[in-house]
């Protein structure tokens, strides 16, 4: 018997083999366990750090007046930034019918859920006593009090809840046949119970099957506004204060294009590593990461029309603050991390129109990181070189990152990377139902053009 | 194959699936009936003092004016607990042997006060002051309760925010004419003003921002 070739193309049985053996092995590679414990102890930070915070307060913190917001906010809007990307594929794509969707909406779905996780965790402590939290909601409390409306940081909490629900519903229906799968293919009694019971008795009866699709199509057409408000929403967070160099209304599809751009470069930052290391090139083609690359080509001129016009609107207003506000940022204490934002976000993604780029995984992770660290450096130019240069010159001030807020954003790398890790241990990373059915069409279609 | 799960298990799991929004209903509903029970709000909690006081006695049988001991009510944020002496302007005539003021006279001869319990504490985060609601007509007995019928005291009322925003949002519920302030079991009678005309005759400018009380 020879041994079968990883990048021969796939087939039907090869592709449940292939994709619920990564799970069901009972030799787990090495590599794993060096990811997870790197993940684990960047966890272990995070959770130290929160400790710290809880103990002592947000004085612990780089945040001051003027610059009340500080990494908070800026971790958290490039999180949720990054999380758009796996709401884009899996419903936009699908409605779209774009079917090379299908090998990487599972992993950038979940990635989308560990990424609000990620950016869960900021604004709450950021609140400053986060066991109060719970204040934000409406509800009828002894105090009488109602959250206040008018401010887009409420619709804040309401969007970005509302973006987890469904994310983890959508990705969670769309796990439940692949369940069954692994519930049938497992040894361990243990993991039959498990996926047993995640599988909600899924038998693959034609009956489930209409259902099924019903309850994905129905939740993918709630998840394609989510899409596009939840970072609007964010948008406004800064759109709706007077703040020179927040006070625009290119924002919200700014931002959009922002994360979009962000999401698609993490979804191929995890891409690339897995597929290499699980021999994944069958299903994660250089077709994917070639379509991937030109989204985040296109995003990325969006993005760079933003900055553009962001400054033309500040010039064309002719007003002091405005003025002061683009000379300060191009010129003054922070022109390091506008510079290196165009850099980061205009410049080198431009590499991309070429096709030899595109088709080179090194060339595209390389880019991919470096669009991960610009799209940072944005909300940190958004975030702090508008507040440290306000109106009131008496207040204009300097913010430095402490040690702890480093500790937190680092912290919660671990947090996502170990999410991640444990995820493609115990869970199909590719949709093993949704591939069979490609390469089934694909099949048919091969046995009609060549008799 | 065997089976995975017992056939029982279909039922179990629509039960807990549909039981699912019972069991958060219930636990919201629970959270908030505990969080206005007295068992959390400790009102209509008797607190034990080191005298038994009644307020019955003194205020309801005997008919001592509210200002005998509380004498800052009128002028100053807190009302005020009277000192030993003042106890004493009676309990030297009355009562000068019963057991149950044994530690009031302690307390006169050797100068330490009575270390009473305090029932009504507002948190130290809200700013209250009583003269400016006697001024304008907020009664004992609409936050204190009928004081003249407690036997040992006891909170009247939650001290919750809602509890206070509902006057402040309408006083003209609450409010009496200035001389009624002090009475206990108050009547509307024929010919006083009513709530609307008080807040008008007193000036009453209803406040509800933060810093009103959060200063």
Known sequence: ?451 | MPQIFHPSMNTLSRVSIFGFLFIVAGAVGLAASLSRSPYATEAGVIRSQPVPFSHRHHVGDVGIDCRYCHQSVESEAFAGIPATSVCMDCHSQLWTESEMLAPVRNSYRTGKPLEWVRVHDVPDFAYFHHAIHIKKGVACETCHGRVDDMPLTWRESTLHMEWCLDCHRNPEKYVRPRDQVFTMGFERKEGMPTGEELVKLHQIESRTDCSTCHR
């Open chain 1, 1 to 451: 018997m020879s041994k079968p070739d990883p990048h021969a193309p796939p087939t039907i049985h090869s592709v449940n083999d292939q994709i619920s053996s990564i799970v069901l092995t009972t030799r787990t590679p090495r590599g794993w366990y060096f990811g997870l414990a790197i993940g684990f102890v960047l966890l272990n930070v995070m959770l130290l750090s929160i400790g710290v915070l809880l103990l002592k307060g947000v004085g612990i913190w780089g945040i001051n007046t003027p610059v009340g917001w500080g990494f908070a906010i800026v971790n958290f809007v490039w999180w949720i930034g990054i999380g758009h990307a796996g709401t884009l594929i899996s419903a936009i794509l699908l409605l779209f019918r774009q079917e090379w969707r299908t090998s990487i909406n599972r992993f950038a779905e979940a990635m989308t859920l560990f990424a609000v996780a990620c950016a869960g965790i900021f604004p709450l402590l950021h609140v400053g006593r986060p066991w109060y939290a719970y204040w934000l909601f409406p509800y009828p409390n002894t105090m009488d009090l109602w959250p206040q409306f008018r401010s887009p940081l409420l619709w804040d909490v309401f969007a970005v809840s509302t973006y987890a629900t469904v994310s983890l519903m959508f990705w969670y229906v769309g796990l439940i046949p692949d369940l069954a799968t692994l519930r049938d293919r497992t040894k361990s009694r243990f993991a039959q119970i498990a996926y047993g019971f995640l599988a909600m008795g899924w038998r693959g009866s034609a009956r489930h099957w209409k259902r099924y699709q019903d309850a994905y199509l129905l939740l993918a057409g709630i998840a394609t506004p989510l899409v596009v408000s939840v970072h609007t929403i964010v948008s406004f967070d800064f759109a709706v204060a007077q703040v020179p160099g927040w006070h625009a209304t290119i924002f919200p599809p700014y931002f959009v294009a922002g994360a979009i751009f962000s999401g698609f470069a993490m979804v191929l930052t995890l891409a690339i590593p897995l597929r290499y290391a699980y021999n994944l090139h069958p299903f994660v083609t250089d077709k994917h990461l070639d379509n991937m690359a030109k989204v985040m080509l296109a995003a990325g001129l969006i993005v760079a029309y933003g900055y553009v016009f962001e400054n033309f609107s500040a010039w064309y207003s002719n007003h002091t603050a405005d003025l002061e506000m683009i000379e300060n940022r191009l010129f003054g204490p922070y022109a390091w991390s506008f510079w290196s934002l165009m850099l980061c976000n205009i410049l080198v993604p431009q590499l991309l129109w070429s096709r030899a780029v595109r088709k080179n995984p090194y060339m595209l992770f390389f880019i991919s990181i470096v669009i991960n660290i610009g799209m940072w450096l944005e909300r940190f130019v958004i975030v702090v070189t508008s507040l440290h240069h306000d109106y009131l010159p008496s207040s204009w001030g300097m913010y430095y990152p402490t040690k702890w807020d480093w500790g937190l954003y680092i912290g919660t790398m671990g947090l996502f990377a170990s999410l991640l890790f444990i995820f493609i241990r115990i869970l199909p990373m590719i949709s093993i139902f949704e591939m069979r059915e490609l390469v089934h069409e694909n099949h048919d279609n091969h046995e009609t053009e060549a008799p």
